[in-house]
């Protein structure tokens, strides 16, 4: 059998194969045998594309990863027109299915959509091809995902998030889930009361920085309810990401305690942090224990072997003592000391035990971390025993200013999206090279790629590119990339949608500055007269390429996935426009023009953004009706389902009590649009029309006191919102083309005051 052997291509990096190998990871791997690793990936095959999955022969097969352990695939063509995908795991099983399905049917598997039109009989293998990964690991999630994204799923979203890992070759997840359930038994076992827990924890959309030790009692408390349906979900988690061969990252003891543990344990040695973001000392200000302090052992050891009991363990731990928080002294030997004292207690309980440290805090805080810093607390921890996130590798790259974190292992991480905003971004570029420069660096110690965002269901072509960048020793030809990532997506070749990708590839996709990665569109902003409309790309293209899909529209109106895109194009466009409206409104202000005011003004709020939203309910993306249903979804009791409401509708705008961190996580959904954002800017605009009526000039702060209960009223205005979408979007997305395209309308007979 003549095997084409793509790894091969290596060789034109003239470098080594791999990035380096350290023998104390070796025990990573797969803690299930290969006969249950392959039927996981065959009833993964079912679930994709049901009676299909009998065409293909699935085999999973360690002993192909080779001396470096690095995952592997090969696809051949056999016997009754079968394909045979041979996989060294479950995860390159499923990512051989899924690259053939991808470059031999043109399928296509996202957030927001599959094409799924398997060809009859399967496309012929002309030769088996075996493809290796350059590195050893493929990591998936932010902590804050859990929070932004997961925090309302069931089981059957998880199974399809995990089923979707494995396509995509990710081979370790994060795996915070139910871990509360765990905290308050070793809380109780402590001394602690129920009531004391209860006001500790945080409510469950702010759970993720709950667990960073940021707030604590916010959104909160949590129901028995919550603790067992967490506990369960997690249960068939781990063991379904076992099943498929992953390697699961659990949680680990960072310090952080509730304040009332001091009643129990008076002398123990604790720092109290300031306050986290806008929050003061009611929600915020947490106790860390200090990694030195005996009972620190003995909490970190308790919640492991508690932890290993209930969910097992694959020996990789994230603990993150000082993200966001500044350590209270810079001594190195002092960092030194914490670090060995936190890796002291992964190890008590698990000798095999690898600390898994999100590189954040270097990024957040450079003041602080300096060379000697970084150095002291990764040397606290023997080489080899800390695996370090490079977060935020496609914006700010650690490794290259810590000589590859002074020898211990990393990750390369792209971030991309802060607060699960939506809004179209990338930075193409550095993410089809950023990988390959971190490998070829001076003694890199680059073990693995990685996703690290807050917030998913947004922009799938740049998750898709950076998994395949995960597989690939070289970077891709864009330019033909994203044509054919056109062509899966909608299930043809469309001229002028692949011309509209690339026109977003080279646009919203190719941003180079650093930090914009946030959206600051003045439309999910609380408006004021000095709002940044900065955008990273030339609106032209993004214009040209909503006008291509707009004329690809008639041709590709059943494809789900296009109705999708021709929204967020759409979205993006309109946001835009918002833009150039305020721009003009500001403008009219400053020229005490009253009438161009009004009519600005009055087109955005009474046409412009009635009609996103109506764009924005036509699709169940892009749905507030459907994140409130999942939340009320898990609630057991009235009271438990109006707790759950609140979180999920304060999350997304006011963050906190107050607007600590507003609109942080702001998202274009259909009912938000119209109920918060817009009034929001009405409110706005009548201050400003106000002014120049009575002669006083706008004052901010004014308008920020009584815009704060038109935000709060949103919150507890009791409303229902739709959560299956209505109205057809082709129809709607035409209308907002004409009347708005190029940039507005000739004339206003689309304007109905209301
Ligand atoms: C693989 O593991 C399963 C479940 O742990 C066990 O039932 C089976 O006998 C094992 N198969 C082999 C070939 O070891
Ligand atoms: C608390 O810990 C700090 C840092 O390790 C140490 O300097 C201090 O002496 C400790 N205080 C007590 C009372 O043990
Ligand atoms: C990339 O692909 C495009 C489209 O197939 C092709 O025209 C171009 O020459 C390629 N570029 C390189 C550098 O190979
Ligand atoms: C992105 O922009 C840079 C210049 O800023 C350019 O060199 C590069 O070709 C662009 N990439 C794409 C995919 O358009
Ligand atoms: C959509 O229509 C095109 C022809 O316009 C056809 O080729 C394609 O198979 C259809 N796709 C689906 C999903 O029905
Ligand atoms: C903190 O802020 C809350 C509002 O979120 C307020 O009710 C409380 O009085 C404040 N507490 C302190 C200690 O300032
Ligand atoms: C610590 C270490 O491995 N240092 C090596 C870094 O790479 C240079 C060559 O580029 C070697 O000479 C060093 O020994």
Redesign the pocket.
């Given at each position: 059998m003549k095997v084409v052997v793509l790894s091969l291509l290596l060789c034109s990096l003239g470098g080594s194969v791999s990035g380096k190998v350290f023998q104390t990871l070796s025990h990573l791997k797969p803690q299930y045998n290969d006969t249950v690793q392959t039927s996981a990936v065959q009833d993964l095959l079912r679930r994709l594309i049901g009676d299909r999955a009998g065409d293909f022969v699935v085999t999973v097969d360690r002993s192909l990863a080779g001396s470096q352990g690095l995952d592997t695939y090969r696809l051949s063509s056999v016997a009754g027109g079968k394909v045979a995908v041979v996989g060294s795991s479950g995860v390159a099983a499923a990512t051989g299915c899924y690259n053939y399905l991808k470059y031999y049917c043109g399928c296509h598997i996202s957030w927001s959509g599959v094409q799924l039109r398997v060809p009859l009989p399967l496309p012929v293998v002309p030769s088996p091809v075996t493809v290796t990964t350059p590195n050893r690991f493929r990591y998936y999630q932010n902590v804050c995902t859990s929070s932004y994204s997961f925090v309302w799923w069931d089981w059957s979203r998880w199974e399809k998030e995990i089923d979707w890992m494995a396509l995509n070759g990710i081979n370790m997840p994060l795996s915070f889930t139910g871990q509360e359930v765990i905290w308050q038994k070793v809380f109780l076992s402590l001394g602690l009361t129920q009531p004391e827990i209860d006001e500790f924890f945080t409510g469950p959309a702010f759970l993720a920085w709950g667990r960073m030790g940021n707030i604590h009692t916010w959104g909160g408390p949590l129901s028995s309810n919550w603790m067992f349906k967490q506990y369960t979900l997690q249960l068939r988690i781990v063991e379904r990401m076992r099943s498929l061969g992953m390697i699961t990252v659990l949680p680990a003891f960072a310090g952080h305690i509730p304040s009332s543990l001091l009643r129990v344990f008076p002398k123990a040695n604790v720092t109290r942090l300031g306050g986290w973001s806008n929050f003061n000392c009611t929600y915020s200000c947490s106790f860390v224990l200090h990694p030195e302090d005996p009972l620190f052992q003995r909490i970190g050891g308790l919640f492991l072997s508690e932890l290993i009991k209930e969910f097992g363990t694959d020996h990789v731990y994230n603990a993150d003592t000082f993200n966001e928080m500044t350590p209270t002294c810079s001594d190195p030997s002092y960092l030194s000391a914490v670090s060995n004292a936190i890796f002291k207690s992964m190890v008590n309980v698990d000798p095999g035990a690898i600390w898994m440290l999100q590189g954040w805090l270097f990024v957040n805080n450079p003041s602080f971390w300096r060379p000697a810093q970084i150095k002291a607390l990764l040397h606290g921890t023997p080489i080899g025993r800390i695996i370090v996130l490079d977060l935020f590798a496609e914006t700010i790259p650690v490794y290259q200013y810590t000589e590859s974190f002074y020898g211990q292992p990393f990750i390369w991480c792209m971030l991309h999206n802060f607060g699960g905003n939506h809004g179209l971004f990338g930075k193409v570029e550095s993410v089809n090279t950023g990988p390959f420069d971190a490998l070829s660096f001076k003694n890199s110690t680059m073990i693995g790629t990685g996703l690290t965002p807050e917030g998913i269901e947004q922009n799938d072509m740049i998750y898709e590119l950076m998994n395949e960048i995960g597989w690939r020793s070289k970077p891709l030809?864009?330019?033909?990339w994203i044509?054919d990532y056109s062509d899966r997506r909608y299930g043809q070749k469309h001229p002028n949608a692949q011309a509209a990708w690339q026109l977003l590839l080279g646009s919203v996709y190719n941003c180079t500055v650093d930090w914009k990665d946030h959206n600051h569109s003045p439309l999910v902003r609380r408006p004021s007269l000095n709002m940044n409309t900065d955008i990273c790309y030339n609106k032209n293209d993004l214009y040209a390429a909503w006008k291509l899909m707009h004329r690809a529209a008639p041709s590709l109106a059943n494809s789900s996935t296009f109705l999708y895109d021709l929204v967020d194009v759409t979205r993006e466009a309109v946001q835009l426009l918002v833009s150039e409206y305020y721009q003009e409104v500001r403008a009219a202000y400053w020229n005490e023009d009253l009438e161009t005011l009004m009519t600005a003004g009055g087109l955005m709020i009474f046409d412009l953004l009635p009609e996103l939203d109506g764009l924005l309910s036509s699709q169940p993306q892009f749905l507030l009706g459907r994140w409130l249903e999942s939340a009320k979804k898990m609630a057991s009791t009235k009271n438990e389902a109006i707790l759950y409401d609140m979180n999920a509708r304060n999350q997304i705008t006011l963050w906190g009590p107050t607007g600590n961190i507003l609109d942080y996580a702001n998202k274009q959904l259909g009912g938000l649009v119209l109920d918060y954002y817009r009034e929001r800017w009405s409110l706005f605009l009548w201050y400003l029309v106000e002014s120049l009526n009575v002669g006083i000039p706008f004052q901010q702060h004014m308008f920020e006191k009584s815009v704060f209960s038109v935000e709060k009223g949103f919150i507890y205005n009791g409303k229902t919102y739709i959560s299956t979408p209505t109205g057809d979007t082709i129809t709607i997305a035409r209308n907002i083309f004409i009347k708005y395209f190029p940039k507005r309308p000739k004339n206003y007979q689309n304007y109905h005051p209301r």
């Open positions: 030809n864009l330019t033909k044509s």
